[in-house]
């Protein structure tokens, strides 16, 4: 078949002759560079597109990758953390032998020191035996621990406040004699004076012995006087609170002065004679609230 095209070029017009084959060639190879445009196309849009998926993916995989670095941090830092928090625990049972111990020796009522309860997230072993701990649980223990150590420290100062008054009172209260060695020389009570010979009330104990002996405290508290005084010689007197304070009169020499903290049983002075008195002796008075009172009743204590 042939196919008669006319055209009009240059002014002339031209038949040219195709033959059926070129004419179909020419088709196929239109139709060929048709779809080629279209894949070209095609395929350009699809790589858009995979590109997109590519860059979401990388972001994916680096967020997956620093939530696993955070996660691992978090961990590691939970675990020191459970760490620290067993070795807390450990402190807190101690704390506890500690409580009962000093509730024992203390000889008070056990029911309202009850340091018994053991905490209640187990031992610490078992907590450092655990992998990992999870952060619920973690703020569950904290929670718990928490509570309990302000259990503890409630019981804790009540006991200490118990303890020290009990201390303060059992060592500042005026007990035992005022020498290490020598002897009564004089009661408390009616006498009569030794120097005039008329009745008198001695307002205290006198304990005899040698010049120089060691002088007593007979009780914790606070020198208020060290010094001569009226009938007394040189004088000490010690305030032990509660409304108690000692005297200690004709001493020779004295080791402590005004303001001085003493201790049961610690050196005030030296034994001496000082003032209106007819040999070496402790002229001793306990006071309470202001009064003499007979000073029998203390050193027997
Ligand atoms: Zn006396």
Redesign the pocket.
């Known amino acids: 078949m042939n196919i008669i095209l006319s055209t009009y070029m240059c002014g002339k017009a031209r038949s040219v002759e195709v033959s059926a084959i070129r004419l179909g060639l020419a088709v196929v190879v239109g139709l060929l560079m048709l779809s080629a445009v279209a894949v070209y196309t095609g395929t350009r849009l699809v790589d858009n597109e995979l590109g997109h998926l590519g860059d979401w993916r990388s972001l994916l995989t680096h967020q997956q990758a620093e939530i696993a670095a955070i996660r691992h941090d978090a961990e590691t830092e939970l675990d020191a953390l459970t760490l620290r928090i067993g070795k807390m625990q450990a402190q807190m049972l101690r704390l506890n032998a500690l409580g009962e111990r000093l509730v024992r020796q203390a000889d008070l009522d056990r029911s309202e020191f009850n340091f018994d309860t053991v905490p209640a997230v187990g031992g610490p072993g078992e907590m450092l035996n655990a992998q990992s701990v999870r952060m619920p649980d973690f703020l569950d223990m904290l929670d718990q621990l928490d509570s309990e150590l302000e259990g503890r420290q409630d019981m804790l100062s009540v006991l200490e406040v118990l303890l020290m008054n009990r201390n303060v009172h059992e060592r500042a209260m005026p007990s035992g004699k005022p020498i290490a060695e020598g002897w009564l020389s004089?009661r408390y009570g009616k006498r009569s004076d030794p120097f005039t010979g008329k009745q008198v009330f001695?307002k205290?104990l006198?304990f005899a012995g040698r010049k120089g002996a060691d002088v007593l405290a007979v009780g914790d508290g606070v020198v208020s006087w060290s010094g001569k005084r009226s009938g007394y010689g040189n004088l000490i007197e010690i305030n032990h609170g509660n409304g108690y304070v000692t005297r200690y009169?004709h001493n020779q020499h004295h080791l402590v002065e005004v303001g001085d903290t003493v201790k049961k049983g610690q050196q005030v002075a030296m034994m001496g004679s000082t003032g209106r008195s007819t040999g070496p002796h402790v002229?001793f008075e306990v006071l309470h609230n202001g009064k003499r009172v007979n000073p029998a009743k203390y050193i027997g204590k």
Do not use: K, P, Q, V
């Open positions: 004089s001695h205290g006198d009169g002229h």
